[in-house]
């Protein structure tokens, strides 16, 4: 597609269950990255991949979190035991070479956990 | 010291004024810089690319000061439109950093 895609736009789930989000990137972007944003504040940095490989899992706030990325392309974020302070907006965004390009953002997933 | 900071505003300016954003980072390898627009419950969007020499892109202007370390968004003739809270990023070897943003409202 031409842009980056996200789903499910947004997901509800009770506490303690894992949950799966996903982000299909530009073709042909190499750099992906997933930041997560609650309401009202600033961009939080979660993981960076480039190409299938993660240099950067320094953001991810706990265990409970874990990333993939295959065939340098689709990339899956997931949450396990889900907590209500894991409510937020995830948004992932690509590049081609962000020194040049910086990065555009898909329209993010709203997670709520009840 | 955060590694991108901005003032958080919120600026209140009125349609046709002129307003200024800075933002100062503390990394002075950085190589690259951005300013991105994120309107309310949206995705963050680029705005514009920010260079050594300045840069135009019609009402808006950007610059950077390496020696000092920040960089500032001009914003000319502001619109209703222009509403919005505008992110300082900075990049090092692909390590985006954000800065909180600034926000903006424009009146009648």
């Known amino acids: 597609g031409a842009g980056v895609s996200q789903s499910p736009s947004n997901k509800v789930t009770e506490k303690g269950k894992d949950v799966e989000l996903r982000c299909d990137p530009i073709?042909?972007?190499?750099?992906l990255y997933w930041y997560r944003q609650s309401l009202g504040q600033g961009l939080e940095f979660l993981i960076y991949f480039q190409g299938n490989s993660a240099p950067d899992k320094s953001g991810l706030p706990s265990d409970r979190f874990s990333a993939e990325r295959t065939g340098g392309s689709v990339s899956t974020l997931t949450i396990q035991r889900t907590q209500q302070e894991d409510s937020a907006v995830y948004l992932c965004?690509?590049?081609?070479?962000?020194?040049?390009?910086?990065?555009?953002f898909g329209s993010g997933t709203r997670l709520t956990v009840v | 010291r955060k590694e991108v900071e901005q003032d958080p505003g919120p600026f209140n300016v009125p349609e046709g004024a002129t307003v200024a954003f800075n933002c100062t980072y503390s990394n002075s390898a950085s190589q690259s810089f951005f300013w991105y627009r994120q309107d309310c419950r949206k995705e963050p969007k680029l705005l514009m690319s920010?260079?050594?020499s300045g840069n135009e892109d019609g009402r808006f202007t950007a610059q950077l000061n390496r020696a000092s370390q920040y960089i500032s968004l001009l914003i000319r003739d502001s619109k209703l439109s222009d509403s919005a809270t505008y992110l300082c990023v900075v990049n090092n070897n692909n390590d985006m950093r954000f800065g909180a943003g600034t926000r903006l409202t424009v009146k009648p």
């Open positions: 920010v260079y050594s």
């Open positions: 965004a690509s590049s081609p070479d962000t020194l040049r390009y910086g990065y555009t």
């Open positions: 073709s042909g972007h190499t750099a």
